[in-house]
């Protein structure tokens, strides 16, 4: 009895507290163009209560004691606002602010969002990127693109100019996950390899995991790309059209509803349409680059509707096109083709401090490729995927949960070298949960979560934890670390161990996988990572902030096509198993760690960025001396030592309309496996035929596998922009861009016997304009 009495007089106790609280909402906006104000910090002055902006602009403050208090705002670019508030016994009270940009100039700003971001989140392992970095990188072409931006960041390496991949943190390009708006993109980067389907412009925010990514992320083992697109102008119609020596682009957006104060709902609209013409541009303007000029070209185009309430709920539907051609001339040509669409939407409950999102999509992926051979190959992917995440907000701490759903069919269809068909088709489905928790206690701030996903294919359910913490040890200085467990089903339709492969295709896991490796039972079909993630932040004063991350991740196992498959499963001749099997097991792991420092003030921009990592590989190959399986220990063709980059963006003169800026990108030389001796290989069809006076083919004895290293890469970009200012809203930007400026011959792979050696792009001077209004 006495318990009984104890309970009811705690659950009594708790309902007064909650009673004499209540909760303030609502969302941050620019007044003059309705677009959400991110990652800006609200509170009540005077008090410690608070909460920053999400990337929705959407603000909660739980738990506040009844009162009179001053609602405040204050955010970089924008003049800063105070609005009294009270609160009352068990309300919730929504209030949108509306932020009037300010009339300071570039010399005033002393503090990003980025650093506001650092105070209160985790972030170990990411990369926030905003379109105003994505403009101070030179670009290539003058035309900016995220893709060149992302080689910068610590932990990436991009293996060539032409059908390069980027690995990140020894994860391939299949362990890889592009989200666009919560939609995952299967190739988001053109053949070329430094131009992406997106428009930067149109990007509000993209987040760059290279490791250590919590619950709500799942479906790939090494890092996660997660972009989102803004809203169409609300306010007026608005168009910008470029053009340069590479590429045009065109992007119409405005009001179909216009967004007021008065009346914040709105509904508006964005299309954008790019076009590559290099491989005709290249032929007049860089016949030096390549016999017949650079075999690239690229159309994307992208549409959106947004409906924005004044309670701040919001629809959002979208579509796309994007297309990639390349053609060897005589040899190889490839096409592939990414259409899709979706809607996601924003909600908010009238009561509580919840944000409910929710998106749906479809896409479907074709890439086909024929050769001198008439062999052609072929793999497609189509998708179906929805999902609902919920966010809770309780005083200074956060609740997530939500899932997803992905249901999707794979075929694939190609000849390997030795001129065998392998093909595959599956239908499967994932379904996934997630749940985490975000609390700050004090100086630390903690995230435990916990995904759930099952592969229905294979029948098979992952159970992954996560980890994530961070510690003040003051508010310039900074502890942070990640942990957690990943699995995907998706493995790559081209052998990880290929230097340059344009064929960049899908299969789900197989049911049939060898049953053991390396000794060691295999008890599972998907492949798997653990990461471990350890860092340091520092802020010296507001203007430069240093960040050092330690690193090691775990994949095991790997599955991959197998390049030493000559024979089919039911060949008649007697022959080591891996000359049979359609697919093999690899494990792996990368470790390192990565340096950068930014200082970001004024009119002077400078990020620093140096990586040392390791990556290695453990699988079987084939020796054609012994003629058997030998297990080998081995660096990856993508396994660089050292990568460093310099990146620095000055803007000039009185109107802030000249922008220098310059990147300096150095990398150790990539394994490749030599050629130890050559041989007369002679291929007798009958007893008649006389060795002595037959002709054979030239022969290869290979030295160690990835044993040595090519030379060194290095290359300085510099870019000079200048903006002419018109009545209205109207602007020209004129860009003048050189690439490779000392023109440095960058090996990207040795082929034939040997002494061929194939080159990365050599300089390349572009002018671009950019008109808009």
Partial sequence: MKKQILLLVLLIGTISVFA??????????????????????????????????????????????????????????????????RVTPGGSITKNLYLQPSAITIDDIVVSAE??????????????????????????????????????????????????????RGGAPIHNKVLLDGMTIYNPFHSIGMF??????????????????????????????????????????????SSNTFASRLLLEGPIKKFTEENASSISYALSMKHSYLEQSSKELYPYAADGGLPFDFTDFYGKISFNGKTGNKLSVFGFNFNDNVN??????????????GANAVIVPSDGSSLINFHVNFSNYDISMETSEGKPSSSSIRDFAFGLDVKSFVGKQEVSFGFDFSGY???????NAYGLNLDHAQNTAELSGFAKFKGTFGNLIVEPGLRFIYYASIGEPSIEPRIGAKYKITDKL???????????????????????????????????????????????????????????????????TFNFESYYKLMKPLVSINPNKQFDENTLFDVPEILTTQYMIEEGDAYGFDLSMKYDYKRLYVWTVGSWGYVNRK?????????????????????????????????????????????????????????????ESLSLNSMTDNYTSSNGDVGIIYGENNGSRLTSYHRLDINVKRKFFFKGDAELEIIGSVTNVYDRNNIFYISGLGSDMIYQLPILPSLGMTFKF
Wanted: charged share 20%; aromatic share 14%; glycine share 10%.
């Fill in 115 to 168: 650093r506001q971001e650092m105070q209160t989140d985790v972030r170990t392992a990411v990369v926030k990127v905003t379109p105003r970095q994505i403009e101070r990188l030179p670009s290539v072409g003058a035309e900016v693109d995220i893709a060149q931006y992302i080689q910068v960041i610590p932990g990436v390496v991009f293996t060539g100019d032409q059908g390069g991949q980027l690995y990140i």
């Fill in 478 to 544: 900074r502890l942070k670390a990640s942990a957690g467990l990943y699995s995907q089903n998706l493995i790559a339709s081209n052998s990880q161990r290929s230097i340059v492969d344009l064929f960049y295709g899908f299969l789900s896991s197989p049911e049939s996988l060898p049953n053991d490796f390396d000794g060691e039972e295999v008890d599972t079909k998907l492949q798997k990572a653990k990461h471990l993630v350890g860092g340091i932040e520092y802020d010296l004063g507001n203007r430069i």
């Fill in 619 to 679: 699988g079987l190959f084939y020796d054609p001396i012994q003629q058997e399986a030998v297990m080998e220990k081995y660096p990856p063709h993508f396994d660089r030592r050292l990568s460093v980059n310099l990146l620095f963006s000055y803007t000039l003169g009185s109107k802030l309309n000249w922008i220098v800026s310059a990147r300096w990108n150095y990398g150790s030389g990539f394994p490749f496996t030599p050629r130890s001796a050559y041989f």
């Fill in 196 to 241: 992406s389907v997106f428009d930067t412009d149109l990007l509000l925010n993209a987040d760059i995991f290279t490791g250590g990514f919590n619950a709500e992320y799942g479906g790939r083992i090494s890092s996660i790309m997660d972009l989102r697109t803004r809203d169409g102008n609300k306010t007026r119609f608005s168009a910008k059209a």
């Fill in 409 to 415: 069919k794979t075929d694939y269809s190609f000849y």
């Fill in 20 to 85: 004499q609280t209540g909760n303030i909402k609502g969302f941050i906006y620019n007044k003059e163009t309705g677009e959400p104000v991110l990652f800006t910090n609200v509170y009540l002055k005077g008090t410690t209560y608070g909460a920053p902006t999400d990337v929705n602009g959407f603000y909660a403050i739980s738990k506040v004691p009844t009162g009179e208090y001053t609602l405040t705002v204050t955010y970089l670019g924008y003049d800063t606002l105070q609005i009294p508030i």
């Fill in 328 to 341: 060897y001339q005589g040899t190889t040509s490839l096409s592939w083709q990414n259409v899709g669409g």
